[in-house]
């Protein structure tokens, strides 16, 4: 059958790799390129064909890599460019392709750029950040996601100026507005392209263009306009899509097999296909934020609603975001990242009875919507959060900035430990469990941040040798997408979209369909299949669980239970 628009990186399924987290080789309680190079063999299994590596650039680890030193260098913790080298070899050999992170909003402060901007006012690399000289006064308010008083301008004290930071005081903001910096960057995505790589994840690129005009913003105006999240207010510079078309004829169109991922904080559905239509020539997929804010309470920082997401609503919400693309352009799919909790904390119940069903339902979900899916390693297992009871366990920046800010604002400490229990980064960022040994098989000696104690039963050894396990189940589905091409290009269509304890939808491709049924709940639902799916024969292909009760087109679906029928 002829379909439109084919490409690999819309059939492939994402496997991302927190490196610092993955496998430790040399026993210094960190995760670094040659763990990982052992671990090929186990990612090939897993049947991907994309991996996402977070960054492994030269950095003082402000912010876990996210902060860069020296974007042509690897950083000696991972280990050496020749372990690069060797890593893309091999994962080239296993026909795995490589997506590198690209952070191009900010470098480190220690960056050589800014170590000469902060020099003297008319330094040549000066205009490579964001200055605003102290005698003008305070300049207008920016907010810092990563900052104690909340304040995005730091003052530098050698040229009696104040310099930009969304993120940490050691994370300053480039400046796309001068075209030397963007050449600059442009030579450094050529450097890993001929290199080999096979695209870039291309981190808060929505944040890169300014509004230098720096207009004066109220807390009146960013509640009523942006809803208190200054993302929306970020992710408005006027030349956004200028340098990102920019972008794209000096690098991108020269490497035709590659393919970008954009992190898009602060836009809406709306605009979405202003970064991806194939006509804008700009970029290939984007990944939003909308459905990350579902369950969390309104106050409060990722304080969970007591009562839980609604279902309605999050159906509802990737409905929209799947409408997006029907027709052009194309998307992604996540429930975790490096950014998020554990998938199956947040979005399926990871007590005991119900881990292992809630893990399969949420692979299931992820492999059979219309976009390119994204797991986070560990999600495969089933991994699930930490739950720390001290700020003394943490170690991301996020955590311990907001902690104290609210130190600062005198805010409820111990109510925040409890809500980062929850909703914090790092309990994505434990160790992956390789088997029940002490550290889980991830390092020899002390880790970086503590083993999840759960390891001892939940981890890749055990789960191995298990048929019915979430990997061995992961490891099927990614199978079953591939060979049935509607769960990739096949058109979606929701049923019962007020069902609230249920999601039901079906993929179609010409005369070919899969209808799925997902029980999102903790308790046994006895459900109708819709009437106009019922002149169709039901195959059932996949299934969690070994019962399944059915009268006709009447199913009564186990918690947490996920059905996969082929209609005739």
Known sequence: MEIKDKEWWKETVIYQIYPRSFKDSNADGIGDLPGLISKLDYIQSLGVGLVWLNPIYASPNDDNGYDISNYE???????????????????HARGIKLLMDLVVNHT?????????????????????YHWWPAEKGKPPHRYSFFDKKGDAWQFDAATNSYYLHYFSNKQPDLNWENPKVRQEIYQMMRFWLDKGIDGYRLDAISYIAKDTSWPVLSKKEVKEKYDNDWSYFYAKGPKLHEYLHEMHLEVLSKYPDMVTIAETPGIEKEEALQFVHEDRQELHMLYHFKGMGLGYAKEGFKRP???GY?????????????????????????????DQPRMLTRWGNDKPEFRVPSSKLLITFLLTMRST?????????????????????????????MYHYLQFQKGDLDQFIKDQQFGARDNSRTPFQWDATPNAGFTTSEPWIKVNPDHVYINLEAQDMDGNSPLNYFRHLVQLRK????LIYGEYKLYDPEHEQIFTYTRTLEKTATLIVLNFSDELVPYTIPKELHKKQFQLISNNETS????????TLLPWQALIFKLK
């Open 73 to 91: 260098a690897i950083m000696p913790t991972f280990g050496t460019i020749s372990d690069f080298n060797t890593l893309l070899v091999g994962l």
């Open 108 to 128: 480190s402060d220690e960056h050589p750029w800014f170590v000469e901007s902060r020099k003297s006012r008319d330094n040549p690399y000066r205009e490579y």
């Open 305 to 307: 609603d007591p009562n």
């Open 310 to 338: 609604s279902l309605p609503a999050f159906k509802k919400l990737y409905t929209e975001w799947n409408d997006v693309f029907s027709k052009e352009g194309w998307g992604t799919i996540y429930l975790g990242n490096h």
């Open 373 to 401: 899916p994204i797991f986070y390693n560990g999600d495969e297992l089933g991994m699930a959060n930490i739950k720390f009871e001290s700020i003394q366990d943490y170690r991301d920046i996020e955590t311990l900035y």
């Open 483 to 486: 060979d049935h091409l509607e």
């Open 548 to 555: 399944l009760q059915q009268e006709g087109h009447h199913v």
